[in-house]
């Protein structure tokens, strides 16, 4: 049973630029939530997508926009990067409507670092 | 602003003893309470979770949950040199929409000394 997978493991851009984060929920889950987590400190919520919808945001710029893809799966899109936006970026997937459950899976993180 | 507050240690137990990890929360329509380990540079993990007040083991482990008080804890029995990491405690509620997202803790950084 597959859990939660992200891509890529790390990445490197420069200020301003754009960045595409992905994310493949645990099998039968179809809700994804994105994170962001600097160092020291907890994951803040960024945004959840159920049924290729935002269902619910944090308190995060429109930057910081998402999609969710009808297998699921998910992307977070980060345009206009700055310094501050370096942090570990998780994924983290769980049952939704369908599924039931209320627990959150994490994927193992994609670690942004804006130079 | 819904909060979480965690002492965030570190917290020192030698190896056999109860490591008692706590957490308080704002917001009093939270419903659902999380403990996350959290190994340094990896992602964390969903180690416990309790709905209902009082008491839920699994394990080790002990989830406490005290909705007057806002107040929830984490009990790790007979603690081992590999449950040294850091204990994220989170909250959210559970709406008729599904899961909301999660509002964590800073965590507590946890020794266990051998």
């Known amino acids: 049973d597959a859990g939660v997978t992200q891509s890529p493991t790390h990445l490197i851009k420069t200020r301003g630029q754009q960045v595409t984060l992905r994310c493949s929920p645990k099998?039968?889950?179809?809700?994804v939530s994105w994170y962001q987590q600097a160092l020291g400190q907890g994951p803040q919520f960024i945004f959840q997508?159920?049924?290729?919808?935002?269902?619910q945001r944090g308190n995060f710029p429109d930057r910081f926009s998402g999609h969710q893809f009808p297998n699921y799966s998910s992307e977070l899109n980060v345009n206009a990067l700055l310094l501050g936006d370096s942090a570990l970026y998780l994924c983290?997937?769980?049952?939704?409507?369908?599924?039931?459950?209320?627990?959150?899976?994490f994927g193992p993180g994609t670690r942004l670092t804006v130079l | 602003q819904k909060e979480v507050e965690q002492n965030s240690g570190p917290l020192s137990v030698p190896e056999g003893a109860i490591a008692s990890l706590n957490c308080t929360y704002s917001?009093?329509?939270?419903?659902?309470f999380f403990w996350y380990r959290q190994y340094s540079g990896k992602s964390p993990e969903l180690i416990m979770f309790?709905?209902?007040?009082g008491d839920k083991e699994d394990g080790r482990f002990t989830a406490q949950l005290n909705k007057a008080s806002q107040y929830v804890s984490l009990l790790i029995r007979d603690s081992q040199p590999s449950d040294s990491a850091t204990y994220l405690c989170?909250?959210?509620?559970?709406?008729?929409?599904?899961?909301?997202?999660?509002?964590f803790g800073k965590g507590t950084h946890l020794i266990i000394q051998p």
């Open positions: 997508y159920y049924e290729e919808e935002e269902r």
């Open positions: 309790i709905y209902s007040n």
């Open positions: 983290a997937s769980s049952g939704g409507l369908a599924g039931g459950g209320n627990e959150q899976f």
């Open positions: 917001d009093r329509g939270s419903q659902s």
């Open positions: 099998s039968g889950h179809d809700t």
């Open positions: 989170a909250v959210n509620m559970y709406s008729g929409g599904g899961a909301d997202g999660l509002t």
